[in-house]
Protein backbone atom coordinates (compact mmCIF):
# COMPACT_ATOMS: atom_id res chain seq x y z
CA UNK A 1 0.00 0.00 0.00
CA UNK A 2 1.08 3.33 -0.96
CA UNK A 3 1.15 5.77 2.22
CA UNK A 4 -0.09 9.65 1.03
CA UNK A 5 2.34 11.82 2.49
CA UNK A 6 1.59 15.40 1.71
CA UNK A 7 2.69 18.94 2.37
CA UNK A 8 0.68 22.31 1.88
CA UNK A 9 3.44 25.02 1.15
CA UNK A 10 2.12 28.22 1.02
CA UNK A 11 3.92 31.10 -0.65
CA UNK A 12 3.62 34.70 -0.16
CA UNK A 13 4.58 37.69 -2.20
CA UNK A 14 5.15 41.30 -0.86
CA UNK A 15 5.68 43.35 -4.39
CA UNK A 16 8.45 45.11 -5.37
CA UNK A 17 8.27 48.01 -3.14
CA UNK A 18 9.10 51.77 -4.22
CA UNK A 19 12.79 53.09 -3.70
CA UNK A 20 12.93 56.47 -4.01
CA UNK A 21 16.25 58.60 -3.56
CA UNK A 22 15.45 62.23 -2.46
CA UNK A 23 18.09 64.53 -1.98
CA UNK A 24 16.43 67.28 0.55
CA UNK A 25 17.91 69.99 2.96
CA UNK A 26 16.96 73.01 4.67
CA UNK A 27 17.72 76.49 2.78
CA UNK A 28 20.91 78.33 4.00
CA UNK A 29 20.16 82.31 5.23
CA UNK A 30 18.98 85.02 4.30
CA UNK A 31 19.30 86.09 0.62
CA UNK A 32 19.02 82.47 -0.22
CA UNK A 33 17.29 81.14 -3.48
CA UNK A 34 16.38 77.44 -3.71
CA UNK A 35 15.70 75.30 -6.14
CA UNK A 36 15.44 71.55 -6.71
CA UNK A 37 16.17 68.94 -9.50
CA UNK A 38 14.70 65.20 -9.61
CA UNK A 39 15.48 62.22 -11.25
CA UNK A 40 13.70 58.94 -11.49
CA UNK A 41 15.12 55.16 -11.47
CA UNK A 42 11.94 53.10 -12.65
CA UNK A 43 12.93 49.34 -14.10
CA UNK A 44 11.16 48.05 -16.96
CA UNK A 45 10.62 43.84 -17.30
CA UNK A 46 10.27 44.63 -20.89
CA UNK A 47 13.61 46.71 -20.94
CA UNK A 48 16.04 44.86 -18.58
CA UNK A 49 18.74 47.10 -20.32
CA UNK A 50 17.55 50.47 -18.33
CA UNK A 51 19.47 50.84 -15.35
CA UNK A 52 20.48 54.39 -15.28
CA UNK A 53 18.39 57.19 -14.03
CA UNK A 54 16.37 59.95 -16.07
CA UNK A 55 16.11 63.73 -15.19
CA UNK A 56 12.30 64.53 -14.43
CA UNK A 57 13.46 68.05 -13.53
CA UNK A 58 11.08 70.50 -14.44
CA UNK A 59 12.01 72.58 -17.31
CA UNK A 60 13.42 76.33 -16.31
CA UNK A 61 15.65 78.75 -17.58
CA UNK A 62 17.06 78.67 -21.18
CA UNK A 63 15.77 75.34 -22.16
CA UNK A 64 12.06 75.99 -21.35
CA UNK A 65 10.50 77.71 -24.68
CA UNK A 66 12.44 78.03 -27.72
CA UNK A 67 15.58 75.92 -27.24
CA UNK A 68 13.52 72.94 -25.21
CA UNK A 69 13.87 70.67 -28.86
CA UNK A 70 17.76 71.47 -29.20
CA UNK A 71 18.10 70.50 -25.14
CA UNK A 72 16.36 67.86 -25.57
CA UNK A 73 18.36 66.48 -28.31
CA UNK A 74 21.35 67.15 -26.85
CA UNK A 75 20.90 66.20 -23.37
CA UNK A 76 21.29 69.45 -22.40
CA UNK A 77 19.62 70.27 -18.61
CA UNK A 78 18.92 73.87 -17.46
CA UNK A 79 17.88 74.95 -14.51
CA UNK A 80 17.02 79.10 -13.54
CA UNK A 81 18.50 79.69 -10.35
CA UNK A 82 16.48 82.34 -9.13
CA UNK A 83 19.44 84.79 -9.17
CA UNK A 84 18.74 88.64 -9.97
CA UNK A 85 19.92 91.77 -9.98
CA UNK A 86 22.12 94.01 -12.23
CA UNK A 87 25.45 94.39 -14.34
CA UNK A 88 27.03 97.33 -15.12
CA UNK A 89 28.13 96.86 -18.64
CA UNK A 90 31.17 98.47 -19.64
CA UNK A 91 32.25 98.16 -23.77
CA UNK A 92 35.61 96.41 -24.03
CA UNK A 93 37.36 94.05 -26.56
CA UNK A 94 39.27 92.23 -23.56
CA UNK A 95 37.08 89.67 -22.36
CA UNK A 96 37.38 90.77 -18.91
CA UNK A 97 35.78 91.36 -16.06
CA UNK A 98 33.74 94.40 -17.07
CA UNK A 99 32.47 92.08 -19.93
CA UNK A 100 29.86 89.16 -20.50
CA UNK A 101 31.66 87.31 -17.74
CA UNK A 102 30.97 84.10 -16.13
CA UNK A 103 33.19 81.95 -13.94
CA UNK A 104 32.06 78.01 -13.29
CA UNK A 105 33.27 76.18 -10.60
CA UNK A 106 34.44 72.79 -10.14
CA UNK A 107 32.76 69.48 -10.00
CA UNK A 108 31.54 68.46 -6.53
CA UNK A 109 30.35 65.76 -4.55
CA UNK A 110 27.55 65.29 -2.71
CA UNK A 111 26.64 62.77 0.12
CA UNK A 112 23.05 61.17 0.18
CA UNK A 113 21.67 59.41 3.21
CA UNK A 114 18.76 57.28 3.18
CA UNK A 115 15.72 58.35 5.39
CA UNK A 116 16.30 55.85 8.01
CA UNK A 117 19.65 57.14 8.45
CA UNK A 118 21.38 53.88 7.87
CA UNK A 119 22.69 54.04 4.28
CA UNK A 120 24.76 56.91 2.16
CA UNK A 121 25.88 56.98 -1.19
CA UNK A 122 27.92 59.92 -3.62
CA UNK A 123 26.20 61.87 -6.09
CA UNK A 124 28.73 63.55 -8.59
CA UNK A 125 27.25 67.24 -9.80
CA UNK A 126 29.44 68.83 -12.78
CA UNK A 127 28.90 72.17 -14.15
CA UNK A 128 29.04 72.16 -17.72
CA UNK A 129 27.82 75.60 -18.78
CA UNK A 130 25.74 78.59 -17.56
CA UNK A 131 23.57 81.26 -19.19
CA UNK A 132 22.95 84.26 -18.53
CA UNK A 133 20.34 86.59 -19.73
CA UNK A 134 20.72 90.55 -19.42
CA UNK A 135 17.87 93.54 -20.56
CA UNK A 136 19.09 96.98 -21.13
CA UNK A 137 17.37 99.05 -18.25
CA UNK A 138 17.60 102.31 -20.11
CA UNK A 139 16.60 101.49 -23.27
CA UNK A 140 18.91 103.37 -25.75
CA UNK A 141 21.71 100.41 -26.37
CA UNK A 142 22.60 98.60 -29.15
CA UNK A 143 19.73 95.98 -29.64
CA UNK A 144 22.92 93.03 -29.58
CA UNK A 145 24.05 94.36 -26.82
CA UNK A 146 27.02 91.50 -26.60
CA UNK A 147 29.49 90.59 -29.11
CA UNK A 148 28.41 87.54 -32.20
CA UNK A 149 32.19 86.44 -32.09
CA UNK A 150 33.56 83.42 -30.23
CA UNK A 151 33.44 82.91 -26.80
CA UNK A 152 36.81 82.66 -24.84
CA UNK A 153 37.15 79.20 -23.05
CA UNK A 154 33.71 77.83 -23.75
CA UNK A 155 31.18 76.53 -26.64
CA UNK A 156 28.02 79.21 -27.12
CA UNK A 157 25.16 76.58 -27.46
CA UNK A 158 21.83 78.86 -27.27
CA UNK A 159 21.42 82.36 -27.51
CA UNK A 160 18.78 84.95 -28.89
CA UNK A 161 21.18 86.00 -31.64
CA UNK A 162 19.28 89.09 -33.40
CA UNK A 163 16.63 89.25 -31.17
CA UNK A 164 16.57 93.12 -31.84
CA UNK A 165 15.11 93.17 -27.99
CA UNK A 166 18.31 95.30 -26.26
CA UNK A 167 19.08 92.12 -24.13
CA UNK A 168 21.36 89.45 -24.40
CA UNK A 169 21.22 85.43 -23.58
CA UNK A 170 24.02 83.07 -24.08
CA UNK A 171 23.88 79.28 -22.47
CA UNK A 172 28.35 78.32 -22.43
CA UNK A 173 29.34 75.37 -22.74
CA UNK A 174 32.70 74.51 -21.73
CA UNK A 175 35.12 73.09 -24.12
CA UNK A 176 37.12 71.19 -20.89
CA UNK A 177 33.98 69.30 -19.99
CA UNK A 178 33.63 70.31 -16.39
CA UNK A 179 36.72 69.96 -14.74
CA UNK A 180 38.15 72.44 -12.73
CA UNK A 181 37.05 76.27 -12.35
CA UNK A 182 36.83 77.95 -16.11
CA UNK A 183 35.80 81.63 -16.68
CA UNK A 184 34.22 82.44 -20.17
CA UNK A 185 33.87 85.94 -21.88
CA UNK A 186 32.52 87.90 -25.13
CA UNK A 187 33.26 91.52 -25.85
CA UNK A 188 30.50 94.08 -24.92
CA UNK A 189 29.77 96.57 -27.78
CA UNK A 190 28.37 99.12 -25.64
CA UNK A 191 28.36 101.01 -21.81
CA UNK A 192 25.19 100.41 -20.07
CA UNK A 193 23.26 99.52 -17.10
CA UNK A 194 21.76 96.11 -17.40
CA UNK A 195 19.03 93.88 -15.20
CA UNK A 196 20.14 89.81 -14.90
CA UNK A 197 16.31 89.04 -15.38
CA UNK A 198 17.57 85.06 -15.82
CA UNK A 199 20.54 83.44 -14.35
CA UNK A 200 21.07 79.43 -15.01
CA UNK A 201 23.49 76.55 -14.93
CA UNK A 202 23.49 73.29 -16.87
CA UNK A 203 24.48 70.17 -14.97
CA UNK A 204 25.44 66.54 -14.93
CA UNK A 205 24.74 64.40 -12.32
CA UNK A 206 26.77 61.60 -11.84
CA UNK A 207 24.35 59.05 -10.33
CA UNK A 208 25.31 55.74 -7.58
CA UNK A 209 24.51 52.83 -9.13
CA UNK A 210 21.05 51.69 -8.45
CA UNK A 211 20.67 48.02 -8.85
CA UNK A 212 23.03 48.32 -5.59
CA UNK A 213 20.57 50.74 -3.60
CA UNK A 214 17.62 49.56 -1.35
CA UNK A 215 13.98 50.94 -1.72
CA UNK A 216 14.13 54.12 0.54
CA UNK A 217 14.41 58.42 0.73
CA UNK A 218 17.75 59.51 0.37
CA UNK A 219 18.40 63.12 1.08
CA UNK A 220 21.26 66.04 0.38
CA UNK A 221 22.00 69.40 -0.25
CA UNK A 222 24.77 71.29 -1.78
CA UNK A 223 24.90 75.34 -1.84
CA UNK A 224 26.77 77.39 -4.37
CA UNK A 225 27.46 81.00 -4.22
CA UNK A 226 26.90 83.48 -7.18
CA UNK A 227 29.09 87.13 -6.95
CA UNK A 228 30.89 89.61 -8.26
CA UNK A 229 34.68 90.00 -8.71
CA UNK A 230 36.45 89.97 -4.79
CA UNK A 231 33.54 88.16 -3.18
CA UNK A 232 34.87 84.19 -3.82
CA UNK A 233 31.89 82.89 -5.40
CA UNK A 234 31.44 79.77 -6.93
CA UNK A 235 29.70 81.71 -10.05
CA UNK A 236 31.31 84.49 -10.56
CA UNK A 237 29.94 87.45 -12.61
CA UNK A 238 32.85 90.00 -12.93
CA UNK A 239 33.16 93.72 -12.23
CA UNK A 240 29.62 96.06 -11.30
CA UNK A 241 27.35 92.95 -10.18
CA UNK A 242 24.87 93.66 -7.47
CA UNK A 243 22.51 90.37 -6.80
CA UNK A 244 19.33 90.47 -4.79
CA UNK A 245 20.37 86.67 -3.62
CA UNK A 246 23.59 85.36 -3.52
CA UNK A 247 23.44 81.94 -2.26
CA UNK A 248 21.69 79.29 -4.13
CA UNK A 249 20.46 75.57 -2.22
CA UNK A 250 20.64 72.94 -4.56
CA UNK A 251 18.16 69.76 -3.60
CA UNK A 252 17.96 66.75 -5.32
CA UNK A 253 15.27 64.58 -5.40
CA UNK A 254 15.97 61.43 -7.33
CA UNK A 255 13.11 58.85 -7.26
CA UNK A 256 14.16 54.97 -7.59
CA UNK A 257 11.39 52.36 -7.95
CA UNK A 258 12.75 48.51 -8.31
CA UNK A 259 10.46 45.96 -10.16
CA UNK A 260 9.75 42.58 -8.68
CA UNK A 261 7.79 40.11 -9.50
CA UNK A 262 7.25 36.62 -8.10
CA UNK A 263 5.43 34.24 -10.73
CA UNK A 264 3.84 31.12 -9.95
CA UNK A 265 2.67 28.06 -11.54
CA UNK A 266 -1.16 26.96 -11.02
CA UNK A 267 -1.13 24.37 -8.79
CA UNK A 268 2.03 25.65 -6.25
CA UNK A 269 -0.21 26.33 -3.05
CA UNK A 270 -0.07 22.23 -2.62
CA UNK A 271 3.33 20.02 -2.69
CA UNK A 272 2.73 16.31 -1.94
CA UNK A 273 6.18 14.59 -1.03
CA UNK A 274 7.04 11.26 -2.30
CA UNK A 275 9.85 9.11 -3.03
CA UNK A 276 12.16 9.85 -6.44
CA UNK A 277 11.10 7.58 -8.31
CA UNK A 278 7.89 7.21 -6.86
CA UNK A 279 7.13 4.08 -4.00
CA UNK A 280 7.54 0.88 -5.84
CA UNK A 281 11.16 -0.04 -3.72
CA UNK A 282 9.38 0.57 -0.89
CA UNK A 283 5.75 -1.05 -1.83
CA UNK A 284 7.41 -3.98 -3.71
CA UNK A 285 10.94 -4.44 -1.78
CA UNK A 286 10.38 -3.00 1.67
CA UNK A 287 13.48 -0.60 0.98
CA UNK A 288 12.96 2.40 3.15
CA UNK A 289 13.28 5.62 1.01
CA UNK A 290 16.26 7.69 1.69
CA UNK A 291 13.63 11.08 1.63
CA UNK A 292 10.98 12.78 0.63
CA UNK A 293 10.61 15.45 -1.45
CA UNK A 294 9.54 17.84 -4.01
CA UNK A 295 10.60 20.77 -5.68
CA UNK A 296 8.55 23.95 -6.48
CA UNK A 297 9.20 25.49 -9.22
CA UNK A 298 8.60 29.45 -10.05
CA UNK A 299 10.12 32.39 -11.85
CA UNK A 300 11.92 35.38 -10.69
CA UNK A 301 11.85 39.26 -11.66
CA UNK A 302 14.20 41.54 -9.48
CA UNK A 303 15.89 44.90 -10.03
CA UNK A 304 17.12 45.21 -6.61
CA UNK A 305 17.87 43.66 -3.27
CA UNK A 306 15.45 41.65 -1.50
CA UNK A 307 15.01 39.52 1.57
CA UNK A 308 14.07 35.57 2.17
CA UNK A 309 12.09 34.53 5.23
CA UNK A 310 10.04 31.69 6.30
CA UNK A 311 6.99 31.12 8.81
CA UNK A 312 5.76 27.66 9.80
CA UNK A 313 2.60 26.15 11.04
CA UNK A 314 4.72 23.66 12.92
CA UNK A 315 7.95 25.24 14.34
CA UNK A 316 10.75 23.21 15.55
CA UNK A 317 12.96 24.34 17.68
CA UNK A 318 16.15 24.42 15.54
CA UNK A 319 14.43 26.75 12.95
CA UNK A 320 12.76 23.77 10.44
CA UNK A 321 9.36 23.30 9.81
CA UNK A 322 7.11 20.43 10.34
CA UNK A 323 4.91 18.43 8.64
CA UNK A 324 2.19 16.40 11.74
CA UNK A 325 0.78 13.35 11.51
CA UNK A 326 -3.57 14.00 11.19
CA UNK A 327 -4.69 10.81 11.16
CA UNK A 328 -2.92 9.40 15.00
CA UNK A 329 -0.46 10.52 17.31
CA UNK A 330 3.00 10.43 15.98
CA UNK A 331 6.18 12.45 16.23
CA UNK A 332 6.57 15.46 13.87
CA UNK A 333 8.59 15.21 10.96
CA UNK A 334 11.10 18.07 10.16
CA UNK A 335 11.39 19.83 6.59
CA UNK A 336 14.63 20.70 5.15
CA UNK A 337 13.64 23.81 2.87
CA UNK A 338 16.26 25.07 0.21
CA UNK A 339 15.97 27.21 -2.45
CA UNK A 340 17.79 28.31 -5.00
CA UNK A 341 17.59 31.34 -7.36
CA UNK A 342 20.36 31.15 -10.15
CA UNK A 343 22.18 34.68 -10.85
CA UNK A 344 21.45 36.13 -7.29
CA UNK A 345 23.65 35.75 -3.90
CA UNK A 346 23.94 36.54 -0.66
CA UNK A 347 24.40 40.58 -0.04
CA UNK A 348 26.08 39.39 3.02
CA UNK A 349 28.46 36.91 2.50
CA UNK A 350 28.55 36.73 -1.39
CA UNK A 351 27.76 33.08 -1.57
CA UNK A 352 25.41 31.65 -4.92
CA UNK A 353 21.75 31.62 -3.64
CA UNK A 354 21.86 28.10 -4.75
CA UNK A 355 20.43 25.26 -2.61
CA UNK A 356 19.92 28.01 0.51
CA UNK A 357 18.62 26.86 3.60
CA UNK A 358 15.72 28.49 5.28
CA UNK A 359 15.31 28.47 8.63
CA UNK A 360 12.94 30.16 11.12
CA UNK A 361 15.73 30.93 13.59
CA UNK A 362 18.65 32.48 10.58
CA UNK A 363 18.71 35.76 10.22
CA UNK A 364 17.01 36.83 6.33
CA UNK A 365 18.94 36.60 3.81
CA UNK A 366 19.07 39.51 1.74
CA UNK A 367 19.69 38.18 -2.11
CA UNK A 368 21.24 40.76 -4.38
CA UNK A 369 22.30 40.57 -8.03
CA UNK A 370 24.25 42.36 -10.70
CA UNK A 371 22.29 42.54 -13.37
CA UNK A 372 17.97 43.17 -13.42
CA UNK A 373 17.24 39.43 -13.73
CA UNK A 374 13.79 39.20 -16.15
CA UNK A 375 11.79 35.66 -14.94
CA UNK A 376 14.84 33.92 -13.86
CA UNK A 377 13.64 30.05 -13.58
CA UNK A 378 14.04 29.05 -9.58
CA UNK A 379 13.14 26.64 -7.20
CA UNK A 380 12.38 25.76 -3.50
CA UNK A 381 13.14 22.15 -2.54
CA UNK A 382 11.20 20.44 0.52
CA UNK A 383 12.42 17.07 2.08
CA UNK A 384 11.54 14.91 4.46
CA UNK A 385 15.06 12.84 4.70
CA UNK A 386 16.79 10.26 6.80
CA UNK A 387 15.09 8.50 9.61
CA UNK A 388 12.57 11.04 9.88
CA UNK A 389 11.31 9.14 6.96
CA UNK A 390 10.98 5.81 8.34
CA UNK A 391 9.28 6.86 11.37
CA UNK A 392 6.82 8.30 8.97
CA UNK A 393 6.63 5.04 7.86
CA UNK A 394 5.77 3.24 10.90
CA UNK A 395 2.45 4.69 11.00
CA UNK A 396 0.57 3.42 7.62
CA UNK A 397 -2.28 5.01 6.39
CA UNK A 398 -1.41 8.04 8.18
CA UNK A 399 -1.38 11.92 6.98
CA UNK A 400 1.21 13.83 7.31
CA UNK A 401 0.14 17.59 6.76
CA UNK A 402 1.80 21.55 7.58
CA UNK A 403 1.97 25.24 5.85
CA UNK A 404 5.24 26.93 5.26
CA UNK A 405 5.05 30.28 4.06
CA UNK A 406 8.10 31.81 2.40
CA UNK A 407 8.08 35.59 2.32
CA UNK A 408 9.79 37.52 -0.17
CA UNK A 409 10.30 40.98 1.07
CA UNK A 410 11.22 43.23 -1.77
CA UNK A 411 11.94 45.88 0.99
CA UNK A 412 14.26 44.38 3.24
Known amino acids: ???????????????????????????????????????????????????????TTPWSGVCNGTHLQACINNNWWSIDTKVRGTKQGIRTNDYGRDSFFIG???????????????????LGVKIIGAALRLVDQDGDGPTE????????????ALS??????????????????????????LHWLNTNNYAI???DFTYKLTTPAPLAMRSGIYTGMTTYRVGGTGEGADFDLGNGVVLDDNIVNVHFRLDVQHAFQLDLPPGSDRAVLAPKGGWTQWSDHG???KALERELPFSLSSSGQFSVSLECQYPLPDGRCAIRNVTETADDAPLDIRLTLPG?????????????????????PV???????????SQLHFAVNGDAVKAMLDHPGSHYRGEVTVIFDADP
Not at 27 to 51: C, L, V, W, Y
Not at 369 to 374: G, K, P, V, W
Open 145 to 156: PASTGNARNCSR
Open 287 to 289: IVP
Open 104 to 122: MPEPRTVTVTSDDGLHTFD
Open 160 to 185: NTNANNRSVMRLWLRQDGGDGVLECS
Open 344 to 364: FRDAASGVDAVGLPLTTTMAP
Open 197 to 199: SEF
Open 367 to 377: LTADAFIIRRP
Open 1 to 55: MIRDFSLSAGLRRLRGAVCVIALVAAAGGAHAADIHITAEFKPDINDPNKREFVN
